[in-house]
């Protein structure tokens, strides 16, 4: 019953609990008992919120038996990435800096997750400030891939991804800057999902690089992801860059997916992702991907995108530029951790105690890239030449789409790599999120959705799929498609191969 | 704690140099709410109980730009006949301080909406100046900070500080002119004339409470020297925190004779910044740092540009009332003034006054008599300015009213509004509590007639021989015994009368 | 274009407040000097005539009415503060320009 509970869709046990087959309690408490079983071994979770989460299951459950009208998605359990502010709940971005902060409010993220009677389980592991790809960087220990516990759940937002292919929870939120939500999803064989920047309000979203960061639904189906979607999008004043239209209609076309049917559309295969750099396997799933496409009727050609050669280094400089100045007031002043203040130190001299206390090598390290990029001499040789990288990545981007109607490519050039390798390598962990970058620097939807297993290490691989700003839809409905092609392929979801956790009974 | 400063003659500082100045004034907007968040913008409030997420810096917090805020910068922007930006951006200053919760400034840096404008100012002697206006661009203002412990509550030598975040993110308009040369030895005056001038002008708009006291109108006087046969500016010195229209002149002046002494001395000047202390009169240097800031501008990511529409900006330009200079050529043409009255009038800081007077139902002479001549001693008395007084001009209507209906003598007018000024409230009680009315019954006043010649027989001969002047000294003995309040016109001509 | 040395490290570790020890530098300097390297390469494709993006989506004149939305209370304010005291932040001496 209870491994049931935790193996069920998001849709399946909104329509279990709206139907009182099971209670939202019930549900709530069988991930919380999955949870404790084993997120020892996995580390998806940095704080579990048990308490908050049975009362807002209670409330789910009154509401429905009062014969309330409740949302899609009401009594579902989900685990928030701890990048989004939750009032009254520890928020750390995975940083020492914000070591026992307690946030006085809500993300908008949070209160409509809330107000749509989603059921908060906790907050998931993150590199620092969402800096990296492997979820090594996070302060609190690393997250482990469910797949295989020696290897990387991918980053920065690996407990969101592992959290879900563990089990531990149907739906989650990331969010990505360069790839963090796409990129997870790929290693851990879950999908991911970038909606259109300005998509999803990023008020309470703990900044990383403003222009770039977007939250995102992340699940094992792709209609899971897209009702979560819808939940999370939407225009909300109180983030300037939010876009006041309608919402994208991604669970629509979600079942009209499901349908199996991709004739009239056009899919582009992005020239520049492949090569090089490129694990086989890899390369071998995504060319399998493609060939399911076209025998659902789309028309597969192949785009060239030349500029996005130079998103990655764009990316490393516009990044960390940002993250320079949006990480500035974590100083010791007004909240969070405060070192070496013995009565004799300035202000300035504990503002740099405690911000070298506080974060770790890869957050140092950006700040500086990021102090050096802004600098007058500088300026314009770095984050100016970059922020042109980014209008000539838009206009290859804009050309392709008047071609075709989605992108595709592989969502990261391997499959998850074993933890430690890459973490004296900056360059080479960089790399993760090179097909990835472009989408976030132009704004447009991507996501990521799990293309099986790479044929040499028996490892997730992710399709990536990218469409045009407010086009969302348009994966929603390829990657629906495909998700049911590929299952039929396969014979199985590719989620059912995780094996079962070590010491863990299922 | 003051060093001592060589200062050079301010005759010989013009005769030898000519002064380049620089004056940036921030303003605070009086909106209802803050630059980018809800939180109420009143001054006075318990500490840290104006503030949000978003002006205390939190993070995943955001900014949201108020609406209002662009209008009043615009409609700033069009009195000071600047252009409109068709396209702005505000920027990040990025540097570390413990009053700016995000220790970056939320700016305007290349992108300003609006500049390239113009400052007529007035002088004392009338004439007009121009003070071109490089630009005026929206920031926010940052937090206060409290200094515990060492002498004086000062920042040096304090052992901890409080910070109070009530005022980060009031909305501010900084104002920048370009450099002001040509004023020679009136360069201290032109400073002062601007940042009235400006103060006026911020008033009539409605924009902001201009109160130099609180803060919400500061002034930082940048000053260099150019040798009379130099081709390029000196280096100059910013001087802040100076925080009064009289400290404005004070400040110029004194940097200029400070920098002369140290240039003719062979010295250099240091690009610094400088404080002003209102109790000396002098500056003195702040912190030199070892290196230029790098503010390491970059465009706000968190905010989407600015693109006021013409029809927006023409809108607002509909909006202007009537700029202290329009009302001043107005009010000259309408009632008839010269050029020296009008002078006095707006040197008295008191066309406002007068209008609102004359408004009341006093006429102009009246008024201005009032306002310019007695008020405006009064104000300086008191150390106060004409506006603070605590006298409104339907009060002063109402005294000038019983003056022409004969119910108070102007000695007696003066005495009911010294004890409004006093705070004893409106006219009619003054008059009620000092019992300040005029002795109109004449069988009252021929008694006191008649006692006064009878007092000076020698005085009454002279009258009753034709020498009408003599009766002035009757007048005074009768004013004396009435406690002064007869009309002395008819005391005299009772006189007369008893003496013919 | 950049072979950054240990003393610039220094500096931009000061701008950035950053107390970083002697062994940082080294590894630092290294580490940022690779980075921005590979980086430069933006440089290549940034000609002149191309105008920079600083927003992904472009929206323009996104203003708020000024309209007062409650503030959070003095405790609430000071709640997560390493030192409070009267109603306010409590924070070590600062040095520099009185404000
Ligand atoms: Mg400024
Ligand atoms: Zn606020």
Same mark, same amino acid.
């Given at each position: 019953?209870?491994?049931?509970?935790?193996?069920?869709?998001?849709?399946?046990?909104?329509?279990?609990?709206?139907?009182?087959?099971?209670?939202?309690?019930?549900?709530?408490?069988?991930?919380?008992?999955?949870?404790?079983?084993?997120?020892?071994?996995?580390?998806?979770?940095?704080?579990?919120?048990?308490?908050?989460?049975?009362?807002?299951?209670?409330?789910?459950?009154?509401?429905?038996?009062?014969?309330?009208?409740?949302?899609?998605?009401?009594?579902?359990?989900?685990?928030?990435?701890?990048?989004?502010?939750?009032?009254?709940?520890?928020?750390?971005?995975?940083?020492?800096?914000?070591?026992?902060?307690?946030?006085?409010?809500?993300?908008?993220?949070?209160?409509?997750?809330?107000?749509?009677?989603?059921?908060?389980?906790?907050?998931?592991?993150?590199?620092?400030?969402?800096?990296?790809?492997?979820?090594?960087?996070?302060?609190?220990?690393?997250?482990?891939?469910?797949?295989?516990?020696?290897?990387?759940?991918?980053?920065?937002?690996?407990?969101?991804?592992?959290?879900?292919?563990?089990?531990?929870?149907?739906?989650?939120?990331?969010?990505?800057?360069?790839?963090?939500?796409?990129?997870?999803?790929?290693?851990?064989?879950?999908?991911?999902?970038?909606?259109?920047?300005?998509?999803?309000?990023?008020y309470g979203l703990v900044a990383f690089s403003s222009s770039l960061d977007q939250a995102g639904p992340c699940a094992r189906t792709v209609l899971d992801?897209?009702?979560?979607?819808?939940?999370?999008?939407?225009?909300?004043?109180?983030?300037?860059?939010?876009?006041?239209?309608?919402?994208?209609?991604? %669970?629509?076309?979600?079942?009209?997916?499901?349908?199996?049917?991709?004739?009239?559309?056009?899919?582009?295969?992005?020239?520049?992702? &492949?090569?090089?750099?490129?694990?086989?396997? %890899?390369?071998?799933?995504?060319?399998?991907?493609?060939?399911?496409?076209?025998?659902?009727?789309?028309?597969?050609?192949?785009?060239?995108?030349?500029?996005?050669?130079?998103?990655?280094?764009?990316?490393?400089?516009?990044?960390?530029?940002?993250? &320079? &100045?949006?990480?500035?007031?974590?100083?010791?002043?007004?909240?969070?951790?405060?070192?070496?203040?013995?009565?004799?130190?300035?202000?300035?001299?504990?503002?740099?105690?405690?911000?070298?206390?506080?974060?770790?090598?890869?957050?140092?390290?950006?700040?500086?890239?990021?102090?050096?990029?802004? &600098?007058?001499?500088?300026?314009?040789?770095?984050?100016?030449?970059?922020?042109?990288?980014?209008?000539?990545?838009?206009?290859?981007?804009?050309?392709?789409?008047?071609? %075709?109607?989605?992108?595709?490519?592989?969502?990261?050039?391997?499959?998850?790599?074993?933890?430690?390798?890459?973490?004296?390598?900056?360059?080479?962990?960089?790399?993760?999120?090179?097909?990835?970058?472009?989408?976030?620097?132009?704004?447009?939807?991507?996501?990521?959705?799990?293309?099986?297993?790479?044929?040499?290490?028996?490892?997730?691989?992710?399709?990536?799929?990218?469409?045009?700003?407010?086009?969302?839809?348009?994966?929603?409905?390829?990657?629906?498609?495909?998700? %049911?092609?590929?299952?039929?392929?396969?014979?199985?979801?590719?989620?059912?191969?995780?094996?079962?956790?070590?010491?863990?009974?299922? | 704690?003051?060093?001592?400063?060589?200062?050079?003659?301010?005759?010989?500082?013009?005769?030898?140099?000519?002064?380049?100045?620089?004056?940036?004034?921030?303003?605070?907007?009086?909106?209802?709410?803050?630059?980018?968040?809800?939180?109420?913008?009143?001054?006075?409030?318990?500490?840290?109980?104006?503030?949000?997420?978003?002006?205390?810096?939190?993070?995943?917090?955001?900014?949201?730009?108020?609406?209002?805020?662009?209008?009043?910068?615009?409609?700033?922007?069009?009195?000071?006949?600047?252009?409109?930006?068709?396209?702005?951006?505000?920027?990040?200053?990025?540097?570390?301080?413990?009053?700016?919760?995000?220790? !970056?400034?939320?700016?305007?840096?290349?992108?300003?909406?609006? !500049?390239?404008?113009?400052?007529?100012?007035?002088?004392?002697?009338?004439?007009?100046?121009?003070?071109?206006?490089?630009?005026?661009?929206?920031?926010?203002?940052?937090?206060?900070?409290?200094?515990?412990?060492?002498?004086?509550?000062?920042?040096?030598?304090?052992?901890?500080?409080?910070?109070?975040?009530?005022?980060?993110?009031?909305?501010?308009?900084?104002?920048?002119?370009?450099?002001?040369?040509?004023?020679?030895?009136?360069?201290?005056?032109?400073?002062?004339?601007?940042?009235?001038?400006?103060?006026?002008?911020?008033?009539?708009?409605?924009?902001?409470?201009?109160?130099?006291?609180?803060?919400?109108?500061?002034?930082?006087?940048?000053?260099?020297?150019?040798?009379?046969?130099?081709?390029?500016?000196?280096?100059?010195?910013?001087?802040?925190?100076?925080?009064?229209?009289?400290?404005?002149?004070?400040?110029?002046? !004194?940097?200029?004779?400070?920098?002369?002494?140290?240039?003719?001395?062979?010295?250099?000047?240091?690009?610094?910044?400088?404080?002003?202390?209102?109790?000396?009169?002098?500056?003195?240097?702040?912190?030199?740092?070892?290196?230029?800031?790098?503010?390491?501008? !970059?465009?706000?990511?968190?905010?989407?540009?600015?693109?006021?529409?013409?029809?927006?900006?023409?809108?607002?330009?509909?909006?202007?009332?009537?700029?202290?200079?329009?009302?001043?050529?107005?009010?000259?043409?309408?009632?008839?003034?010269?050029?020296?009255?009008?002078?006095?009038?707006?040197?008295?800081?008191?066309?406002?006054?007068?209008?609102?007077?004359?408004?009341?139902?006093?006429?102009?002479?009246?008024?201005?008599?009032?306002?310019?001549?007695?008020?405006?001693?009064?104000?300086?008395?008191?150390?106060?300015?004409?506006?603070?007084?605590?006298?409104?001009?339907?009060?002063?209507?109402?005294?000038?009213?019983?003056?022409?209906?004969?119910?108070?003598?102007?000695?007696?007018?003066?005495?009911?509004?010294?004890?409004?000024?006093?705070?004893?409230?409106?006219?009619?009680?003054?008059?009620?509590?000092?019992?300040?009315?005029?002795?109109?019954?004449?069988?009252?006043?021929?008694?006191?007639?008649?006692?006064?010649?009878?007092?000076?027989?020698?005085?009454?001969?002279?009258?009753?021989?034709?020498?009408?002047?003599?009766?002035?000294?009757?007048?005074?003995?009768?004013?004396?015994?009435?406690?002064?309040?007869?009309?002395?016109?008819?005391?005299?001509?009772?006189?007369?009368?008893?003496?013919? | 274009?950049?072979?950054?040395?240990?003393?610039?490290?220094?500096?931009?570790?000061?701008?950035?407040?950053?107390?970083?020890?002697?062994?940082?530098?080294?590894?630092?300097?290294?580490?940022?000097?690779?980075?921005?390297?590979?980086?430069?390469?933006?440089?290549?494709?940034?000609?002149?005539?191309?105008?920079?993006?600083?927003?992904?989506?472009?929206?323009?004149?996104?203003?708020?009415?000024?309209?007062?939305?409650?503030?959070?209370?003095?405790?609430?304010?000071?709640?997560?503060?390493?030192?409070?005291?009267?109603?306010?932040?409590?924070?070590?001496?600062?040095?520099?320009?009185?404000?």
């Open positions: 019953m209870t491994a049931d509970l935790t193996r069920a869709t998001a849709a399946e046990l909104a329509a279990r609990i709206a139907n009182r087959e099971v209670s939202a309690v019930e549900v709530a408490q069988a991930h919380l008992d999955r949870i404790g079983e084993v997120d020892g071994a996995v580390n998806a979770f940095l704080h579990v919120d048990t308490e908050g989460a049975l009362n807002a299951a209670r409330k789910v459950d009154e509401d429905i038996a009062a014969g309330a009208h409740v949302g899609p998605l009401a009594g579902v359990p989900i685990a928030l990435k701890d990048v989004l502010t939750t009032e009254g709940v520890p928020t750390t971005v995975g940083s020492k800096i914000l070591e026992g902060w307690i946030p006085p409010y809500d993300a908008t993220v949070t209160r409509r997750l809330k107000e749509a009677g989603l059921v908060i389980l906790g907050k998931t592991n993150m590199d620092e400030f969402a800096m990296g790809s492997s979820t090594e960087n996070s302060a609190y220990g690393p997250t482990r891939n469910p797949w295989d516990t020696d290897r990387i759940p991918g980053g920065s937002g690996g407990g969101s991804a592992a959290a879900l292919a563990a089990f531990e929870a149907p739906l989650s939120i990331g969010t990505d800057t360069g790839g963090s939500i796409r990129q997870p999803g790929a290693v851990t064989g879950t999908v991911g999902v970038k909606p259109t920047y300005g998509g999803v309000s990023r992801a897209a009702l979560l979607h819808e939940v999370i999008a939407g225009y909300d004043p109180m983030d300037s860059t939010s876009i006041d239209a309608p919402v994208p209609p991604v %669970v629509a076309a979600a079942r009209e997916g499901a349908n199996g049917d991709l004739s009239g559309v056009r899919v582009g295969v992005v020239t520049q992702f &492949s090569g090089e750099g490129y694990q086989p396997g %890899v390369l071998r799933s995504f060319e399998a991907a493609v060939a399911q496409l076209k025998q659902l009727g789309a028309e597969v050609v192949e785009v060239s995108c030349p500029s996005f050669d130079y998103a990655l280094p764009a990316y490393y400089l516009i990044a960390p530029s940002e993250a &320079s &100045s949006n990480l500035a007031r974590f100083d010791a002043m007004r909240y969070g951790i405060r070192v070496g203040d013995d009565g004799t130190r300035s202000a300035e001299e504990v503002m740099s105690l405690t911000r070298e206390a506080g974060f770790g090598p890869e957050v140092k390290r950006r700040i500086m890239i990021g102090t050096y990029a802004l &600098s007058s001499g500088y300026y314009d040789a770095y984050y100016g030449s970059a922020q042109k990288v980014r209008t000539l990545i838009s206009r290859d981007f804009d050309a392709a789409f008047a071609t %075709v109607d989605v992108l595709v490519s592989p969502t990261t050039p391997t499959t998850a790599f074993p933890i430690g390798e890459r973490t004296n390598d900056p360059m080479a962990m960089y790399k993760a999120d090179l097909c990835t970058i472009p989408a976030n620097l132009a704004g447009n939807a991507a996501m990521s959705v799990p293309s099986g297993l790479s044929d040499e290490d028996g490892l997730p691989v992710g399709l990536q799929i990218m469409a045009p700003a407010l086009q969302d839809h348009r994966m929603y409905r390829v990657a629906a498609a495909y998700e %049911v092609a590929r299952d039929a392929a396969l014979g199985a979801p590719v989620i059912s191969g995780v094996p079962q956790l070590a010491g863990v009974a299922r | 704690m003051t060093s001592v400063h060589e200062l050079m003659d301010y005759a010989e500082v013009i005769e030898r140099f000519d002064p380049v100045l620089g004056l940036e004034v921030h303003v605070e907007l009086h909106t209802n709410t803050k630059m980018f968040c809800g939180c109420a913008n009143v001054f006075g409030g318990e500490p840290n109980t104006q503030v949000c997420p978003v002006c205390l810096g939190m993070p995943g917090a955001l900014p949201a730009l108020n609406g209002k805020a662009v209008e009043s910068a615009i409609r700033i922007g069009l009195a000071l006949n600047c252009e409109i930006a068709e396209w702005c951006r505000f920027a990040r200053k990025n540097y570390f301080y413990p009053d700016m919760p995000k220790n !970056f400034q939320t700016s305007q840096y290349d992108e300003p909406i609006a !500049f390239n404008g113009y400052l007529d100012v007035t002088l004392d002697d009338g004439s007009l100046f121009r003070v071109e206006i490089e630009r005026a661009h929206m920031e926010e203002d940052t937090g206060k900070s409290l200094h515990v412990g060492g002498a004086t509550g000062r920042i040096h030598g304090a052992e901890h500080s409080l910070l109070d975040y009530n005022r980060a993110g009031v909305p501010l308009i900084e104002i920048v002119t370009k450099p002001i040369t040509g004023t020679g030895e009136r360069a201290p005056e032109v400073a002062r004339a601007y940042v009235t001038a400006l103060r006026d002008l911020l008033k009539a708009l409605d924009v902001s409470d201009v109160r130099m006291d609180q803060g919400s109108l500061r002034c930082d006087a940048n000053v260099s020297l150019m040798a009379k046969d130099a081709t390029e500016f000196g280096t100059r010195t910013e001087t802040k925190n100076v925080n009064s229209l009289r400290s404005v002149e004070r400040a110029v002046r !004194f940097e200029m004779t400070r920098q002369a002494a140290l240039l003719a001395s062979g010295g250099e000047i240091t690009q610094e910044t400088r404080h002003f202390d209102e109790s000396t009169g002098s500056t003195s240097s702040g912190r030199t740092k070892e290196t230029a800031e790098d503010y390491r501008y !970059f465009p706000e990511p968190d905010l989407v540009p600015i693109a006021p529409s013409r029809e927006w900006v023409e809108e607002l330009r509909g909006t202007l009332p009537e700029l202290p200079w329009e009302r001043r050529k107005r009010v000259q043409q309408e009632w008839s003034l010269t050029d020296a009255e009008l002078r006095d009038l707006v040197n008295a800081g008191a066309v406002d006054l007068v209008t609102a007077t004359v408004d009341a139902g006093a006429t102009h002479a009246e008024a201005r008599s009032w306002w310019v001549a007695y008020l405006t001693k009064e104000a300086n008395a008191r150390g106060v300015e004409l506006a603070e007084l605590g006298i409104t001009p339907a009060q002063i209507a109402r005294v000038i009213a019983l003056v022409n209906s004969g119910e108070l003598t102007n000695k007696l007018a003066r005495e009911v509004v010294t004890g409004v000024l006093d705070g004893e409230g409106e006219p009619e009680a003054v008059i009620e509590a000092r019992g300040l009315k005029v002795v109109s019954d004449d069988s009252a006043l021929e008694k006191a007639v008649d006692e006064a010649l009878a007092a000076q027989p020698d005085v009454a001969a002279k009258i009753r021989d034709g020498k009408v002047a003599a009766a002035g000294a009757i007048v005074g003995a009768v004013m004396k015994a009435t406690k002064g309040q007869a009309d002395a016109k008819r005391v005299r001509e009772l006189i007369i009368a008893r003496c013919s | 274009m950049p072979s950054i040395s240990r003393d610039e490290v220094a500096h931009l570790a000061r701008l950035a407040r950053l107390a970083v020890t002697d062994d940082e530098l080294d590894l630092f300097a290294g580490q940022l000097d690779v980075i921005l390297q590979s980086v430069a390469t933006v440089g290549d494709i940034a000609t002149a005539d191309i105008p920079p993006t600083s927003h992904a989506v472009p929206l323009t004149n996104v203003f708020r009415e000024d309209v007062v939305r409650p503030s959070l209370g003095q405790q609430q304010a000071l709640a997560g503060a390493p030192a409070a005291e009267d109603g306010r932040f409590r924070v070590p001496r600062i040095l520099g320009e009185e404000a």
